[in-house]
């Protein structure tokens, strides 16, 4: 059974920081990760898609890395703003098809 | 636009009464999905159709039954509402290609009084 754990739960940091959250899954075999942003009271909202080919994605102030043989992945945020606080959250789908596991999420405090 | 929809946005509702939640996606995805975030923000799934088709039913009481008319559409019905289902339901969806990623809806506040 595919297990995900986010840490930390909580982050807080000054506005214009370099921080990176961290994703562990204990099963390898993955075809993906995807990484999401959560507004207080709002959806998800897809940021970054890794193929479990590819060692990492890239989009604007954010990097995200897969090492499936470690059972990691990262989201590296530039120069953080207090826009970035949300929180963040990995999924991992499993070799069964149609299930995705959760990661519990980090929630992240950007403070001016 | 291209999206996953669902419907309503909010439900309040009594202990007893029978709902339900709508959600529609455009994309031309053919797996959908149904998930519970409760209140300590955790993401479980419920249900998972792939072409209309039932492939993940989780421990979930039977008073939830997902229904699939086409594989544009997934609805949850829910019987017999208790305190406890008290949760954001999200729908989501995903492409027939294993490495596609997931679309969310913005979700569907329920609670029961």
């Known amino acids: 059974k595919q297990e995900v754990t986010q840490i930390p739960a909580a982050l807080s940091v000054p506005e214009g920081e370099n921080l990176v959250l961290n994703c562990s899954f204990t099963?390898?075999?993955?075809?993906?990760l995807q990484w999401f942003r959560q507004d207080p009271g709002k959806g998800l909202t897809s940021l970054l898609l890794i193929q479990s080919s590819q060692r990492e994605q890239t989009s604007g102030r954010l990097n995200a890395s897969l090492d499936k043989s470690s059972g990691r992945s990262t989201l590296y945020i530039a120069a953080s703003q207090p826009g970035d606080s949300a929180t963040y959250l990995c999924?991992?789908?499993?070799?069964?098809?149609?299930?995705?596991?959760f990661g519990d999420g980090t929630t992240l405090t950007v403070k001016p | 636009d291209t999206a996953v929809s669902q419907t309503p946005k909010y439900l309040v509702t009594q202990m007893g009464n029978d709902k339900s939640i709508k959600c529609e996606q455009n994309?031309?995805?053919?797996?959908m999905y149904w998930y519970k975030q409760d209140s300590k923000k955790f993401l479980k799934i419920m249900f998972s159709y792939n072409n209309k088709e039932l492939i993940i039913n989780e421990t979930v009481p039977n008073r939830f039954s997902p229904k699939s008319p086409d594989k544009a559409h997934l609805n949850l019905h829910i019987n017999s509402l208790e305190l406890g289902d008290s949760a954001v339901y999200f729908c989501?969806?995903?492409?027939?290609?294993?490495?596609?990623?997931?679309?969310f809806g913005s979700g569907t506040r329920l609670t029961v009084v």
């Open positions: 994309l031309g995805h053919d797996t």
């Open positions: 999924a991992v789908p499993n070799t069964n098809a149609g299930k995705s596991t």
């Open positions: 989501a969806s995903s492409p027939k290609d294993r490495g596609g990623g997931y679309t």
């Open positions: 099963d390898s075999a993955i075809y993906n």
